[in-house]
């Protein structure tokens, strides 16, 4: 390599270099938020023909909440019990507190938060995930369950789960680059009397939902609510396991974005040290 070319190309390193540190101290800080809530209550279980028998309820909650990756507070919240999980909540201040499934809302940033309870007698179950991230970094929330039975029928036929449902969902995000995402979920299984074999299988799209958004924008299912009935296959007579599970789940995503004025400056700065190098190979070649 010439003398003339390393010269040219340690300007071009410097100028670039220059211009990087320039669009980068001008970064911006852009915002998300979601929230996902579900609540689903007055369940109905039958068979046909008529007979079948369902056991003592197993039931397990579990909340989740992180906030990493450079985000201000940071940190890993969760907890599990049978009924009533501690709230997780990780961010600026105590949070909302336990069982609260109503949006906190994006008036002070940076939390993420996950939470579900379990009711008896009236059996309910409620779940709700939530985050707002202005910093850079990456934030999930969690409320999420798990009730199973044994059911046992006499003879061979179907059954029917019967609730009713409510749930919402919401996300914005205010600056790209970045991800909002917010979903429900629920299924409804039968398995053999030892879980291993899945037999029937149903998630209803009315309490499967979710938005997510990688651009500039929002976008909310406003709060929505029904009936849901599932009937199952036929099955044998015999002793089974009937499972329901789901969850109110968010993520929020932001990456520093330059400023568009950096932006210019970072390709100014290339041009006028592309510039400089041709005057200069221009004034070499003269010479010689």
């Given at each position: 390599m010439t003398t003339m070319r390393r010269r040219y190309?340690?300007?071009?390193?410097?100028?670039?270099a220059l211009a990087l540190v320039a669009a980068l101290a001008g970064e911006a800080r852009a915002a998300s938020y979601a929230y996902a809530t579900q609540n689903v209550n007055t369940f109905a279980f039958s068979s046909t023909p008529a007979g079948a028998t369902i056991g003592a309820l197993t039931t397990q909650g579990n909340d989740s909440?992180?906030?990493?990756?450079?985000?201000?507070?940071?940190?890993?919240?969760?907890?599990?019990?049978?009924?009533d999980?501690?709230?997780?909540?990780?961010?600026?201040?105590?949070?909302?507190?336990?069982?609260?499934f109503t949006a906190v809302g994006a008036s002070n940033p940076d939390y993420s938060r996950g939470d579900a309870l379990i009711t008896q007698p009236g059996f309910s179950i409620s779940t709700v995930g939530e985050g707002f991230l202005t910093p850079p970094g990456r934030e999930t929330g969690n409320g999420s369950f798990i009730v199973s039975a044994p059911i046992t029928l006499t003879q061979a036929g179907t059954v029917t789960l019967?609730?009713?449902?409510?749930?919402?969902?919401?996300?914005?995000l205010s600056e790209g680059p970045g991800l909002a995402s917010a979903s429900n979920s629920f299924t409804f299984a039968i398995t053999t009397n030892n879980?291993?074999?899945?037999?029937?299988?149903?998630?209803?799209?009315?309490?499967?939902?979710?938005?997510?958004?990688?651009?500039v924008g929002a976008n909310v299912i406003a709060p929505t609510s029904g009936s849901v009935s599932i009937t199952s296959t036929q099955l044998a007579a015999g002793t089974y396991t009937a499972s329901i599970s789901?969850?109110?789940?968010i993520e929020v995503n932001q990456f520093l974005v330059p400023e568009p004025s950096s932006v210019v400056l970072l390709g100014s700065g290339l041009?006028?040290?592309?510039g400089a190098a041709v005057r200069?190979?221009?004034?070499?070649?003269?010479?010689?």
């Open positions: 190309f340690r300007l071009m390193g410097s100028v670039a909440a992180l906030n990493t990756q450079g985000a201000i507070p940071s940190g890993i919240a969760g907890d599990s019990a049978a009924f999980p501690a709230a997780a909540f990780v961010g600026n201040g105590a949070g909302p507190g336990q069982n609260v019967s609730f009713n449902y409510s749930n919402a969902l919401s996300i914005f879980g291993t074999t899945v037999l029937f299988s149903s998630a209803p799209t009315a309490v499967n939902n979710s938005v997510s958004l990688t651009t789901g969850a109110s789940r041009v006028l040290g592309l200069r190979a221009r004034k070499a070649r003269s010479a010689s």
